[in-house]
Each structure stands twice: as C-alpha cells, then as structure tokens.
C-alpha cells in the first residue's frame, strides 16, 4: 500500500504553529495554541467519516438529516505525555470519543522507545484509530505504538502530529506504509540529540511547564 503524508497548510494553523514555536510563548499560551491546532487538524483527519441520514423533526418539518454512520465511537490514542496536548483539543470537538494511552519513552542514549504503560479500550476490532503525538522526530515511538496497536486488530490507523521530522516519516513509513500520516509541517532535520530542528522545542516540556 502507498504511504501517505498530508501537510494540512492551513493558514490558521500555520499563524499558530508559529506562535508555539516562538521560544518566548509562555506556557499557557502553547497549551491554548497546541488545543486550537488540534481541533483544526480533528476536522482535516476526520474529512472521510462516513455519514447515514435519520429522520428528524425541525421546528418546521420533518427531514432526513446527516449524522456520523459509525456507532462505534472513534479511538483517540494519546502518546504520553505529550500526546496529551493533541487529546485535548480532539476531545473539545469530539467529547463521545473514546481515549487509550500508551506510555512510551525516548531511551536518552539509543532514542529507543520504552513503553511503560498501554490501557485501549477494549472493544477495538470495529473500531477507528487516531494516535496523535505532536512530535514525529525519529519516529520511533509512534511507530512502536503503531505496531502495539496492530496487535489488538483495530479497523483503521491514523497518525497525527504537529511537526515531523523526514527521517522520521520515512522511518514510521518504512514500518506502516499503510498507515497515513497528518501533520502540520514537515522541518528540516534531526540535531545530534533527535529534536527536531527548526522544531519547537521539547513539546511535553513546553505544554507542562518542566523544563
Ligand atoms: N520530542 C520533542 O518534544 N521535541 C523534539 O524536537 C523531538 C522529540
């Protein structure tokens, strides 16, 4: 299957993404700034749902009017813990989504990921997936929840972020080229230590004030 990655240029996303960029934006300005970006990217990576129709009442009539044909509820799966961020801001448009985390960190020497905690719901297999992490930098850790998440079967994988770096598309595609990608940009490189650079900065740091 063809890997897919879908640079959403948005401009309001892109003003955005420049203000938490700004290495002086405080950190209640990123974590607003991080919940409205999410909700514009929720609306671009949820273009496909399908719809059914159902009779309603207006004030003034009856119609057949559009909701979400889906009656299993889509899964948003937050990478700890700055997938949070992303969660957040799909919950505000989305509140009946169900939530899974996986935990997950960047082993400092070798940039491997450790997963430490993994809680789905359990009724996945008719289930579609979101797994939002805001930063795809090596690209190992959404790819290592992407395959913990293969194991329980769920019926669609996608994969949002705010910024990738291309070493760590490719990395991600060359494991799930069946799984597509959102982000709002794609940076230049990967420094020494695995940030993404121009980037923004360690993204959990930033959204919980602990740098
Ligand atoms: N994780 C971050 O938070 N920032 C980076 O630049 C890379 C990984």
Redesign the pocket.
């Known amino acids: 299957m063809a890997s897919s990655v879908t640079v959403i240029g948005h401009p309001l996303i892109q003003h955005k993404l420049t203000l938490m960029r700004r290495a002086e934006t405080s950190t209640a300005k990123f974590r607003l700034l991080m919940t409205e970006i999410s909700m514009l990217l929720a609306y671009e990576v949820t273009r496909d749902l399908p719809l059914k129709y159902e009779s309603i009442n207006t004030p003034l009539c009856l119609m057949n009017a559009p909701v979400l044909a889906s009656d299993k509820k889509l899964v948003i799966v937050s990478i700890m813990r ?1 997938g949070q961020g992303i969660l957040d801001g799909m919950l505000q448009l989305m509140p009946s989504a169900r939530v899974g985390h996986i935990g997950l960190y ?1 082993e400092p020497t070798t940039l491997e990921p450790v997963e430490y905690y993994f809680k789905v719901p359990h009724d996945i297999q008719e289930r579609d997936m979101i797994v939002v992490d ?2 795809v ?1 090596t690209g190992n850790s959404a790819a290592a929840a992407v395959q913990r998440l293969k194991e329980i079967n769920p019926r669609s994988l996608k994969l949002v972020c705010l ?1 990738a770096a291309p070493e760590g598309i490719s990395n991600f595609h060359e494991q799930h080229p069946d799984v597509p990608i959102f982000t709002a940009a794609i940076d230049e490189k ?1 420094d020494e230590h ?4 121009p ?7 930033r959204l919980f004030g602990t740098k």
Request: no cysteine.
């Open positions: 700055a960047r805001p930063m930098a910024l990967l695995g940030y993404i650079v980037g923004l900065g360690d993204a959990g740091d």
